[in-house]
């Protein structure tokens, strides 16, 4: 009867971190923030790391203004 119940104690906890990390978007640090985030920012962050020059970002910042 003792290994029933550390079986539902285990149960119990992996449920409850399953649930913890798809209500909070997934844990911190994994790259799901971006869904709290708008184009422009997104956009903003690109630049920053350099993957867009300023010239793709001033174009595609005004398409965003629209």
């Known amino acids: ?11 119990v906890v992996v449920v409850l971190v399953k649930w913890a990390a ?3 978007g997934g844990w911190p640090g994994n ?3 971006r ?6 920012d997104i956009l903003e962050e690109r630049y920053a790391r350099g993957e ?3 010239e ?3 174009e595609k910042k005004m398409d965003l203004m629209r």
């Not at 009867?1 to 149960?11: E, S, T, V, Y």
């Open 1 to 11: 009867m003792m290994i029933f119940w550390w079986i539902l104690i285990i149960a």
């Open 56 to 58: 793709e970002y001033e």
């Open 22 to 24: 798809t209500s909070t």
């Open 52 to 54: 867009i020059d300023k």
């Open 35 to 40: 869904l709290n985030k708008s184009a422009l």
């Open 31 to 33: 790259g799901n923030n």
